[in-house]
């Protein structure tokens, strides 16, 4: 059956006057309201008026306009049913073949900085879902579009048949749905939010599709990359890909987990990441120092590993990373030199990101079979705990530098962690182990003669006295750990012995 009747409302109107020009010069009679009403009569276009067609005024300041009968029986009615066919013909109704319509700008509107929870609320479409829905779910007799990309495609159907294929229309009824539940899901979590409802009996996230990857962990595996609909800054999906081959589905874990780390500090800061677990971070006075401290850390591990720097990379940093194969080099930016020199390299990754220095707010979404766990992210800092010494001993100055240090960094590791650290630098970490004086030998053996004088700092407390009886005789003078073990007592008791100095801060940072 030839597309005869179409019913246009669009907020976007990208490419809409080309396109309706040509659905009117195949015979189409066009239906509209608004702004979009009074642009295609702008060019010159014969539009029926919605209120023609239900008889009714636009009221309300346009909140109420298409919910009619003579609409959505236009919309809902199956034409192969000779019911609904007759009850059109009693109640004087027209069927309606293709609509055209997309929704009031919400998420553009919750993205302004100033918005209002008025301007929000006033930016929410009823309407508009309404009549997309209806459409879709009769989208054998309906064609329904709410993307302006799908333009060509359906034009060209028409054109060449005067109807568009079941199949065409099938897909197209999906997408909208697809959109219709992600409007419907921002919505959501905005009026959740304004409610202050930290745990709502249901949920619906929604994200938009970054890019399609070639495989997922594993070669074997099907993966996509998706982001949220809204901006997040520093985030790894607001990065711009400078130089390289494709990110892969593992290099936007690890390289997640690059600027995760590289974002708990302010100072000049570089982090170099393998298999989501950081090898090497280094402070200092500059990016370069920072950067020479990381790859001192384990010149083993950065070997093939991302990395992350909080500051533009200079020709004399982009000199040293040059040195070795790395798959992705992140940072604010690099400079026109040291850009000339890193990608030579043919199939580096450079990314250019605004690193925050703030950590992220956001919530952390893990899937379980069958679930999805839920929860605040890690974003505690030890400005914000109170601490307290336990030992006889108090940290010099030089110790608290190096004692923070370790424990920014710990958090990032997979638990069981332990992390030493000490002049700026890691200098031994010890990841994913099931026992914890276990992760300390591992960090303890990769400082070797560098952990004297060091600090460790350990992601949950110590569950007996072992561990810091190793981390003692590796020369490690001072630790950091949240304490709340019964056997508290023992710990503090051989750290006295050794002369080590210890601070529980209260705050266990597990990393599963």
Not at 159 to 171: Q, T
Not at 477 to 487: C, E, F, L, N, W
Request: aromatic fraction near 6%; charged fraction near 25%; charge should be negative.
């Amino acid at each position: 059956m030839a597309i005869q009747r179409a019913l246009i409302s669009v907020s976007d109107k990208t490419n809409l006057v080309p396109f309706v020009k040509e659905l009117v010069s195949m015979g189409v009679q066009v239906i509209s309201t608004g702004g979009t009403k009074s642009l295609l009569e702008k060019e010159g276009l014969q539009v029926l008026g919605v209120s023609e067609v239900t008889g009714f005024p636009e009221i309300m300041d346009g909140r109420v306009k298409t919910l009619h009968p003579s609409i959505h029986g236009g919309l809902l009615a199956v034409r192969s049913n000779t019911g609904h066919m007759s009850q059109l013909a009693e109640n004087s109704i027209e069927t309606i073949d293709l609509v055209v319509v997309n929704l009031y700008p919400f998420k553009e509107t919750i993205s302004k900085n100033s918005v209002t929870d008025e301007e929000a609320i006033e930016n929410i479409d009823i309407g508009g879902p309404s009549m997309l829905r209806a459409a879709a779910k009769n989208y054998r007799d309906v064609t329904v579009v709410a993307d302006p990309e799908d333009y060509p495609a359906v034009l060209q159907q028409i054109r060449e048949n005067g109807d568009v294929s079941e199949e065409m229309k099938l897909m197209l009824s999906a997408k909208v749905f697809r959109h219709t539940a992600a409007y419907d899901a921002l919505i959501a979590e905005y009026m959740t939010n304004l409610a202050k409802e930290e745990s709502p009996e249901s949920i619906t996230v929604t994200y938009e599709k970054q890019q399609s990857l070639r495989y997922g962990e594993n070669p074997h595996q099907k993966a996509t990359f998706y982001r949220t609909p809204l901006k997040t800054s520093g985030s790894l999906v607001e990065a711009k890909q400078l130089h390289g081959k494709e990110l892969s589905y593992n290099n936007i874990r690890d390289a997640d987990a690059a600027v995760a780390i590289v974002s708990e500090f302010n100072e000049p800061a570089a982090v170099a990441v393998k298999h989501m677990n950081p090898c090497g971070v280094g402070t200092g006075e500059d990016i370069f120092t920072a950067y020479s401290l990381a790859y001192e850390a384990d010149p083993t591990s950065i070997f093939g590993g991302i990395v992350a720097l909080n500051r533009e990379v200079d020709y004399k940093t982009a000199e040293k990373l040059h040195e070795i194969f790395l798959e992705i080099i992140i940072a604010p930016g690099f400079t026109d030199e040291a850009m000339s020199l890193l990608s030579q390299k043919k199939n580096i990754r450079l990314l250019s990101l605004e690193i925050n220095g703030k950590g992220s707010s956001q919530k952390q979404l893990t899937s379980v079979q069958g679930g999805l766990l839920i929860q605040e992210e890690d974003s505690l800092t030890l400005e914000g705990i109170d601490v307290m010494v336990p030992t006889k001993r108090e940290p010099s100055e030089e110790e608290w530098k190096d004692l923070k240090l370790a424990w920014r960094v710990v958090k990032h590791v997979k638990s069981n962690a332990i992390v030493l650290a000490k002049n700026e630098m890691t200098i031994g970490i010890g990841a994913g182990q099931m026992n914890r004086v276990g992760a300390a030998k591992i960090a303890i053996e990769q400082a070797a003669e560098k952990g004297q004088g060091s600090a460790l700092a350990s992601d949950a407390f110590f569950p007996m006295s072992d561990t810091v009886e190793a981390a003692a005789k590796a020369g490690v003078t001072a630790i950091i750990q949240p304490g709340g073990s019964i056997r508290d007592d023992e710990s503090i008791r051989m750290a006295d012995e050794y002369g080590i100095t210890m601070v529980f801060t209260g705050v266990r940072h597990f990393k599963h």
